[in-house]
């Protein structure tokens, strides 16, 4: 079985070191949101309706299960480096995985299918 070679071995510890510089990651999306409330004689419910919010809302999955929670501006604006640092966790993730797929189909002489 033949082993990574230098520039694969570089590109993991380059990863590697990478991963090891993330702090907190919250994972999820924000997104801002209009919402129609349902009460009767809302302005929400009129033709056309005049939505409540915007709200900005922070969406992830739970457990298999959406779960979907308000934040504020302030929050969003002290989280948001968490927020980047999930989407850059799942990159490097991302990137480590396609370059060990890469090293294993070079070291078993395989391709893709």
Same mark, same amino acid.
């Given at each position: 079985?033949?082993?990574?070679?230098?520039?694969?071995?570089?590109?993991?510890?380059?990863?590697?070191?990478?991963?090891?510089?993330?702090?907190?990651?919250?994972?999820?999306? !924000?997104? %801002?949101?209009?919402?129609?409330? +349902? @009460?009767?004689?809302?302005?929400?419910?009129?033709?056309?309706?005049?939505? =409540?919010?915007?709200? !900005?809302? %922070?969406?992830?999955?739970?457990? +298999? @299960?959406?779960?979907?929670?308000?934040?504020?501006?302030?929050?969003?604006? =002290?989280?948001?480096?968490?927020?980047?640092?999930?989407?850059?966790?799942?990159?490097?993730?991302?990137?480590?995985?396609?370059?060990?797929?890469?090293?294993?189909?070079?070291?078993?002489?395989?391709?893709?299918?």
């Amino acid at each position: 079985m033949a082993e990574p070679g230098a520039r694969q071995r570089r590109a993991q510890s380059r990863i590697a070191t990478a991963l090891g510089e993330i702090g907190f990651a919250l994972p999820g999306s !924000l997104v %801002w949101r209009t919402t129609a409330c +349902g @009460k009767a004689g809302c302005h929400c419910q009129d033709d056309p309706p005049v939505l =409540h919010g915007p709200y !900005l809302t %922070w969406t992830r999955a739970v457990a +298999g @299960k959406t779960v979907t929670r308000k934040i504020s501006e302030d929050q969003q604006a =002290h989280y948001q480096s968490w927020f980047d640092n999930a989407r850059r966790l799942h990159r490097l993730v991302t990137e480590l995985e396609a370059l060990s797929l890469r090293a294993f189909e070079q070291a078993e002489g395989t391709t893709k299918r």
